[in-house]
């Protein structure tokens, strides 16, 4: 039986999943992109979705976070289905559901403390744009929720000076400033350093550290099998299998993954 909004609202929001996918389809033409995808991902969980190219996990992400609707299916936000026709990336916002997409989230010329307010800012009484305050608010960000202490890094160094690692950091913190309940990362650490995936492994955790979910989307399994309290597997558009890193080991997760594609 479907439950009607007020249902849903009686209830402590605490104890939801933050979101709930129920028997999601994805055609794009012919194409069937998702196939019957049922999950939930809960509060203070880290959730690695991986699978191969093509299996599905870039439009997953689409379509939980409003990007493009489902051909059929319901989305449950704590608890609270969401219609369809209206949901959109603004409406994710607003129910705190940020995606960090790779070396797209900042802009490379601003100093880091505009990065923050990008179509968010602080204006005073008359309307105009309170700089000191922002800057304090970055500076906030950036030695709390990220915990960047090295040195050199300031609310003014320029974006495009940073490393990707940082970059993601950055991304990362102003998802958890705007105390987004759901952080989406998709591949945060391709085409970065051995040191600088270290930090991004370390900004992953400290979402959860901050009590938030994070869905981490990655290629190389290492990386999601360090951090992931669950992975999520797809393969050509369906959840084959969940499971807990502490049950596999990478050599074990990589050599399924193979098993899978040879797999009819
Ligand atoms: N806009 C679109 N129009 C048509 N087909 C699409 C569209 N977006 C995705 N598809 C198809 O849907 C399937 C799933 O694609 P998706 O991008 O979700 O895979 P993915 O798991 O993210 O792959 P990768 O690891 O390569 O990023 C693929 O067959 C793809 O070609
Ligand atoms: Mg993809």
């Not at 439950?3 to 794009?28: H, M």
């Not at 995606?99 to 008359?126: C, E, M």
């Amino acid at each position: 039986m479907p439950e009607t909004v007020a249902e849903s609202r009686g209830r402590g929001a605490g104890d939801e999943p933050v979101v709930r996918l129920e028997n999601v389809q994805k055609f794009f033409g012919p194409i069937q992109a998702l196939k019957d995808i049922s999950l939930a991902i809960g509060h203070n969980e880290i959730v690695g979705l991986i699978g191969d190219n093509g299996a599905g996990k870039s439009t997953l992400i689409k379509v939980m976070t409003g990007v493009q609707p489902p051909t059929s299916g319901r989305i449950f936000i704590r608890g609270r289905e969401i219609d369809l026709a209206d949901y959109s990336v603004r409406m994710a916002h607003e129910l705190s559901i940020e995606t960090v997409y790779q070396d797209k989230s900042l802009a490379d010329k601003q100093p880091l403390w505009r990065n923050f307010f990008v179509g968010r800012q602080i204006t005073n009484r008359l309307g105009y744009i309170n700089i000191r305050k922002q800057k304090q608010i970055a500076d906030q960000i950036l030695k709390g929720a990220i915990g960047f202490r090295s040195a050199g890094i300031t609310v003014d160094s320029t974006v495009a000076h940073l490393s990707g690692g940082e970059r993601q950091g950055i991304a990362i913190g102003r998802a958890m400033h705007y105390e987004a309940d759901l952080i989406i990362l998709d591949e945060p650490t391709v085409a970065l350093a051995v040191a600088e995936v270290r930090k991004v492994l370390d900004f992953v955790r400290r979402i959860k550290e901050n009590g938030r979910a994070c869905i981490y989307i990655e290629h190389n399994l290492a990386h999601v099998h360090e951090v992931a309290d669950r992975l999520i597997i797809l393969d050509r558009g369906r959840i084959v299998s969940e499971i807990r890193p502490r049950d596999m080991s990478v050599m074990e997760l990589t050599e399924y993954l193979i098993d899978l594609q040879h797999r009819t």
